[in-house]
């Protein structure tokens, strides 16, 4: 009876099936003999269309987040770099409809405003911003961990003696939490309507649930055989590390994008299935990729001063190649795609060292399942 999903991929999802059944009876009406009762093929041909376009907008925003900070040239090397090195690119193209995608989306431009605004915020940009964190909460919960960015900077103003100055940002988050709840509520009667409560535990119908005194930190970012995230998307190690340089460059987002990936990190740690059960690579962490091009480009701005430009594209290159083998790989069903549990994640274990064979000995019929239509 409790509810175990969320409604904010089908509301991102909406204009897409209004656009697909507006075309369904136009083509109808023309004598094309479609099918106009929303589940045809030709229906999820184009809702499908919208993660490719959330997640592209996605890209977009993260790209000119980094901008606020970068050059032009380590903004688009970090932005391509985690893009295409990361499970983002899969799910964006091969496995759409996924919540992974838009949650990215909204995650980006949440950011991409309240920096832009940070020198001069008006009462609009904190309606936008609330508007946009229930949507992100609506989407995936642990998107709204995004209100890191506020609440620190909240914290920031305390020290400022100007009263006028605390009143207005405390005014500004009261606008910002109340449109946030306002978007959210929808899952809230989704709740009562399923379970009864206004308020119900995720996939507790399932039997899923969070150990808070148990947390799974080194499977969750190291474990090959259960979706370890360094382990199958390793680019995203030297990004995380990436995130502690900020404090040189601006402490509010260093304290915030480490908050906020830590505490995503403890809470997926601790979560029953935090192998993730399904899914290419750790899809967990996708929301996150804004946080990992920003550690990157950091990263990459340190490198400049040492190693020459192109070399860093070429070690880029290597993470890039992984990621493509890999996704080959797991289209061509050499890699599992569920985990049912971490007892049986294999019959043989799948290491480190047998992920890396399996690229080298594979790679040219895999590559070829990548663009297949299986």
Same mark, same amino acid.
């Given at each position: 009876? %409790?509810?175990?999903?969320?409604?904010?991929?089908?509301?991102?999802?909406?204009?897409?099936?209004?656009?697909?059944?507006?075309?369904?009876?136009?083509?109808?009406?023309?004598?094309?003999?479609?099918?106009?009762?929303?589940?045809?093929?030709?229906?999820?041909?184009?809702?499908?269309?919208?993660?490719?376009?959330?997640?592209?907008?996605?890209?977009?925003?993260?790209?000119?987040?980094?901008?606020?900070?970068?050059?032009?040239?380590? &903004?688009?090397?970090?932005?391509?770099?985690?893009?295409?090195?990361?499970?983002?690119?899969?799910?964006?193209?091969?496995? %759409?409809?996924? &919540?992974? !995608? /838009?949650?990215?989306?909204?995650? &980006? +431009?949440?950011?991409?405003?309240?920096?832009? &605004?940070?020198?001069?915020?008006?009462?609009?940009?904190?309606?936008?911003?609330?508007?946009?964190?229930?949507?992100?909460?609506?989407?995936?919960p642990t998107s709204a961990l995004i209100v890191l960015f506020p609440l620190c900077e909240a914290l920031s103003k305390c020290s400022v003696p100007r009263k006028e100055?605390?009143?207005?940002?405390? +005014?500004?988050?009261?606008?910002?939490?109340?449109? +946030?709840?306002?978007?959210?509520?929808?899952?809230?009667?989704?709740?009562?309507?399923?379970?009864?409560?206004?308020?119900?535990?995720?996939?507790? %119908?399932?039997?899923?649930?969070?150990?808070?005194? @148990?947390?799974?930190?080194?499977?969750?970012?190291?474990?090959?055989?259960?979706?370890?995230? /360094?382990?199958?998307? !390793?680019?995203?190690?030297?990004?995380?590390?990436?995130?502690?340089?900020?404090?040189?460059?601006d402490k509010l987002v260093a304290v915030s994008v480490i908050l906020l990936t830590g505490l995503t990190i403890y809470i997926y740690s601790c979560w029953s299935i935090?192998?993730?059960?399904?899914?290419?690579?750790?899809?967990?962490?996708?929301h996150l990729t804004p946080i990992f091009i920003l550690g990157l480009a950091e990263l990459i701005e340190m490198l400049n001063k040492r190693i020459r430009g192109a070399?860093?594209?070429?070690?880029?290159?290597?993470?890039?190649?992984? @990621?493509?083998?890999?996704?080959?790989?797991?289209?061509?069903?050499?890699? !599992?795609?569920?985990? !049912?549990?971490?007892?049986?994640?294999?019959?043989?274990?799948?290491?480190?060292?047998?992920?890396?064979?399996?690229?080298?000995?594979?790679?040219?019929?895999?590559?070829?399942?990548?663009?297949?239509?299986?």
């Open positions: 009876w %409790n509810s175990a999903r969320y409604v904010g991929t089908a509301v991102m999802e909406a204009p897409f099936f209004m656009l697909a059944h507006g075309l369904a009876i136009g083509l109808r009406f023309l004598g094309l003999d479609l099918s106009t009762d929303g589940y045809g093929t030709f229906y999820q041909v184009v809702v499908s269309l919208a993660s490719t376009w959330f997640g592209m907008c996605g890209v977009l925003f993260s790209y000119f987040l980094t901008r606020e900070f970068f050059s032009r040239r380590t &903004s688009i090397i970090s932005t391509i770099a985690i893009w295409l090195s990361s499970p983002l690119f899969f799910f964006m193209f091969f496995w %759409n409809g996924w &919540s992974h !995608p /838009f949650a990215f989306f909204l995650v &980006s +431009a949440f950011l991409l405003l309240w920096q832009r &605004s940070r020198t001069e915020r008006t009462m609009t940009h904190w309606l936008v911003l609330g508007v946009i964190l229930g949507l992100a909460a609506l989407t995936q100055t605390i009143f207005r940002y405390a +005014a500004g988050l009261c606008l910002c939490a109340v449109a +946030a709840l306002l978007v959210f509520s929808p899952q809230f009667t989704l709740w009562r309507i399923t379970s009864g409560h206004w308020l119900s535990q995720p996939y507790e %119908n399932v039997g899923d649930s969070f150990q808070w005194a @148990n947390p799974h930190i080194y499977g969750l970012l190291f474990d090959t055989a259960r979706h370890g995230l /360094f382990a199958w998307t !390793p680019l995203l190690l030297p990004a995380c590390a990436g995130l502690l340089l900020w404090f040189r460059r935090w192998w993730s059960g399904v899914g290419f690579s750790n899809r967990f962490f996708i070399v860093i594209v070429a070690i880029l290159s290597i993470f890039v190649f992984w @990621n493509i083998l890999l996704m080959a790989d797991y289209r061509a069903l050499l890699l !599992p795609h569920g985990i !049912p549990e971490p007892t049986r994640a294999l019959g043989d274990p799948l290491t480190f060292g047998k992920l890396c064979s399996v690229q080298l000995y594979s790679f040219p019929e895999n590559l070829r399942s990548l663009l297949s239509d299986r």
